[in-house]
Every structure is written in C-alpha cells, then in structure tokens.
C-alpha cells in the first residue's frame, strides 16, 4: 500500500481569507516503510509574509520572491502524490490550502476521503495527552533535535515515523500470515495436543493429624486460646478467639 506523508507551510491560518501554502514536503511509504522517495518545493505567495508566520517558519518574502506559482509547478507534486492516500498532522488544514490551491488554478481537488489525520488517531489512542507534532515524537522516542523552525519536509519526516508508531510500530509483520495467500509454498504446522497431567493428591495420614494434636496440646496459653482435638485429630477452639490488633507501620 503506497501513501504519501506530507506538510505545508503557508502564510496564515486561512486560504479563504487570502493565505496562500508557499511549501509543500511529501514522503512516500510503501507498507509503511519510507522508500527514500520525496518531493519538496516552495512557492511564491503573490503577497506578503506576516511576521508572524514568518516567525514559524522562517520563510521570507524575499527568499520567495523567485520561487515558482503553485499553478506553474503544480504538474511535480501531482506526478509525484498520485491517487494516494494522503497523510497530515491535523490534516483538515492542510487539506484546505492544498485543495484551495488546486482549485484556484483550475486543477482538480484531492478528495477528502483520501486524508488521514494523525492528530485524530492520535487523540483517539491516547486521550487526554498532549498530540502536537513535537509532543508525539517525545513519546514515541523520534530525535527532533534538528527541528529549529518548522519546515514542510523535515515535518514530513518526522511525521512519518509518529505514523508508523500511531498504527502500532514496526509490529506490522504480525500479520504476514494473512498475506502469505493460498499460494504459500510452506504449509502451516498445526501445534502438538498438550498433554494434561491429571492433579497429585496430597493427603494427610492419620499419623500427622496425631502429630500435630500432641504439637497443639503442648503449647502453653496460646494466644488464639484454648484448643482440644477432634476425633479426626484436628484441632478446634473451646473459647473464643482473640482479636489483636494491627500496628500502624511507620
């Protein structure tokens, strides 16, 4: 199964409020295991950068000032998704610049079915935790170290591996039974029965019942009271017992 882990960066919080995506970073995995493969670009907003978006990413307007429109690079990064499936870090957002891009250049959209959100499947794993990006890779024990500013590929990157993790780690051979096929050339070994072996009785001989009545009877003022044997030669109170308390260890 091919799907393609990505990541944008982009001017603001809203495509329809005049915010344009100025880079896109794209992994492939296959089976989810990364295959080397990825697509990175920027492009140019046609406006201005924010401070404050710049402060998140550190892309200037003027770095961008001779990177290509997204409508005159666009064939690339189709080419390279495909029909995959597509998975993002709250991934609404950056379904809506993507497909707001696509749409404002006359190009068809991604259709939503095709996104996979992390933060989802990370909320719903793990309640009550913290999901984002940085979070996740905390727990998961994924080196973030060289994360200074936020950048579309390396987030991508990162992203991928709280992915694999998210859906159970590099556990997935767990079912290659499944995907063996009536094809397989080894056949499956039933197990052997196992053989139950019926339960020991240990009982008690009428010499140590005898034994223990004659230990009981040479106790003196024992502290659970007066006791006398059976005929069995077991042991019964006379009196009542005493209650001792428990001391509060400290």
């Known amino acids: 199964m091919r799907e393609i882990v990505f990541d944008t960066e982009t001017t603001g919080l809203s495509f329809s409020g005049g915010d344009r995506m100025v880079e896109i970073g794209c992994v492939e995995m296959v089976n989810r295991v990364e295959t080397g493969r990825t697509f990175h670009a920027y492009y140019h907003p046609e406006r201005d950068m924010p401070v404050e978006a710049f402060n998140v990413h550190g892309l200037s307007a003027q770095f961008l000032s001779d990177k290509p429109k997204f409508a005159h690079a666009v064939d690339d990064l189709l080419e390279f998704v495909g029909d995959a499936p597509m998975i993002a870090h709250n991934a609404g957002f950056d379904f809506s610049f993507l497909n707001g891009e696509l749409t404002k250049c006359g190009r068809?959209?991604?259709?939503?079915?095709?996104?996979?959100?992390?933060?989802?499947?990370?909320?719903?794993?793990?309640?009550?935790?913290?999901?984002?990006?940085?979070?996740?890779?905390?727990?998961?024990?994924?080196?973030?170290s060289h994360r200074v500013l936020?950048?579309?590929l390396l987030d991508a990157q990162l992203?991928?591996?709280?992915?694999?993790?998210?859906?159970?780690?590099?556990?997935?051979?767990?079912?290659?039974?499944?995907?063996?096929?009536?094809?397989?050339?080894?056949?499956?070994?039933?197990?052997?029965?196992?053989?139950?072996?019926?339960?020991?009785?240990?009982?008690?001989?009428?010499?140590?019942?005898?034994?223990?009545?004659?230990?009981?009877?040479?106790?003196?003022?024992?502290?659970?009271?007066?006791?006398?044997?059976?005929?069995?030669?077991r042991v019964e109170p006379t009196g009542p017992l005493e209650t001792v308390t428990p001391t509060r260890r400290r």
């Open 150 to 152: 936020h950048g579309a």
């Open 108 to 144: 068809q959209i991604i259709h939503m079915k095709r996104m996979v959100d992390t933060l989802q499947i990370a909320r719903s794993r793990h309640p009550g935790a913290k999901h984002s990006l940085d979070a996740l890779c905390s727990r998961f024990g994924i080196d973030r």
């Open 159 to 233: 992203l991928a591996q709280v992915y694999v993790e998210l859906m159970g780690g590099r556990q997935i051979g767990l079912g290659l039974l499944s995907d063996i096929g009536s094809n397989a050339s080894t056949p499956i070994v039933a197990q052997a029965p196992r053989v139950v072996r019926p339960p020991r009785v240990f009982a008690v001989s009428e010499g140590d019942l005898a034994a223990h009545a004659a230990f009981m009877k040479g106790i003196k003022d024992p502290i659970w009271g007066p006791w006398r044997p059976d005929d069995a030669g």
